[in-house]
């Protein structure tokens, strides 16, 4: 997380701009958390260009909560498409058959999760009431470097996306999207906010069984204070928001700016991998992820050594994931620029010592 | 809150023991959180006395997320039981009826919540799934002194109470209790923590549409990690539960010395109410709450105008709730004796000023 977020929250947390509470005291319905959850709300729109026949919710339940609430809200209880990337939309899909039919679409699972679908090859339903993707894998490490264009398609259903991990790293194109959904705690602020992001015609069509604090028209209509929300994670995500709408690069600002510093990030890395014979990542580089970068010692019987040797540089959490296999860099927004720097630069040094 | 537990998260807001991270920056599957979680899983098993065959689960929805939980994975889709006492219970009742048949057993409506039923005279099903009961009703000031035996009641079902809203005030008595539920919002952390404690043998019975972020026993299975759970919420109430368990007054310790302190704050209050022909309480001494006071003046038109002094005078958040009206106390844990005496000694000052 940003270092100048944490250290506002800890200067405020006695009290919040002279009221005499910290945001933890707060009751959610007056007017000093409304005064937050207003502006949290409003910064997220100008930041992701939400347009305004969306609706920001702010949930509980993250982005596992939301592959039942998703369905349960969307599906009518009829059919559902779902293109398979990798773990998080697999699973995505298996919860989904609680409550429709979960058709799949397509799949990379041949390919070892390493490349998206082509588009054109998805066996879209003629009557989906939505189809699903996962735009970031953070597992396998792959990406939609643009969203479908469903329409072109032949689908006439809504785009589902779980932005969980990638969110607020690039722009969103909302003319391709009817629900967006994302756990805030990659890029966001911390777990247990759960940001949904859903078109106005989409809501007033939940199952019976919908629970109503998951109900969308029902959060919706209560302005996310239907029942009492993660008030802390709403005020960090709105600190967060603040942050991000200050970064610039160049000429560019807020999201366009965290998008170009993340394409450099991920340049210097994939760029240091490709040139090595010691490492190598398998993604296709037509879909690699800008967060998240597996990667693998060519020598796996030195991964011990070179995870040990990166913890005592400082350089943490790198082990990839077991379903899986080798390291794995993440390099969320809050990641600068000299931390994949200090990364390489520990990986051009381990392969040297032991070439 | 309590401020030792504020500063606490303040001044370790960036680096936690030494860790070079702050809480909201941890992994929720490293070594670090790990820690924080099962010390605070251990801290309240021992301040509420729960015994080894209840699960302590950290969850997300608060409680009428859990007016959805409890049923689907309680109610196997039969009958449940509900005991309407106020606002919260008639909320918990209405939506039980998404999944299963929810009898109405009990109800004070005719009395307008001012007194609880006489559980002689429950209408207990035979073959009740659960019985639901909240064991404090904050809207209407309400509170049961000892649980229910349903057992001598001739009920085999377990008792679910809501606690939300007097967690850690008094003791449990779990020979009583199935599942005990609550929001942490009141006494035990923020928003976004929902604590469930539930007996070995009601898990594994969830309805087929129970999402399994939600279903128990998958929860129960991962340690509340199935899903990201809300890990700032989990290290706050870990904080408060230590603060709990240092408390003292006189022999007495965690929550008995809190009790005790709940029942000489609530005695301060009421007997003043009750003393004096200004203010009015109407709940059956029998079973008002200790934590949530709910007043009238005599003459309603010196309302505003007790509102307006109270908050010159630093007292805020008095006014009753707008569907019982008048006035309202909430006198968690974390509010000391001397707020009471500063609310008596106000209240005093009104009353005197206005004869």
Known sequence: MPEAVLQRAAAEMLDWHGSGMGVMEMSHRGKEFGAICTQAEADIRELLAVPSQFHILFMQGGG???NAIVPMNLSRGTRADFVLTGSWSIKSHKEAQRYCEAKVVASNAADGHTRLPDPAGWQLSA????VHVCTNETIN?????QLPDLAALGSKA???IDFSSHVASRPVDWSRVGLAFGGAQKNLGPAGLTIVIVRDDLLGHALQIC???FNYKTVADNQSMYNTPPTWGIYIAGLTFQ???EQQEGELRGVAAMEARNIAKARLLYDFIDGSDFY???VDPGCRSRMNVP?????ESRNEAFLAGAREAGLLQLKGHKSVGGMRASIYNAMPLGGVQALVAYMREFERSRA
């Open 295 to 299: 990667f693998f010692l060519a020598d």
């Open 64 to 66: 596992l909560g939301e």
């Open 127 to 130: 009557d989906a009431s939505y």
């Open 211 to 213: 629970p109503s604090a």
């Open 243 to 245: 942050w991000l709408r």
């Open 158 to 160: 809504p785009l589902v």
């Open 141 to 145: 490490g792959i990406e939609f470097q």
């Open 280 to 282: 190598a990542n398998k």
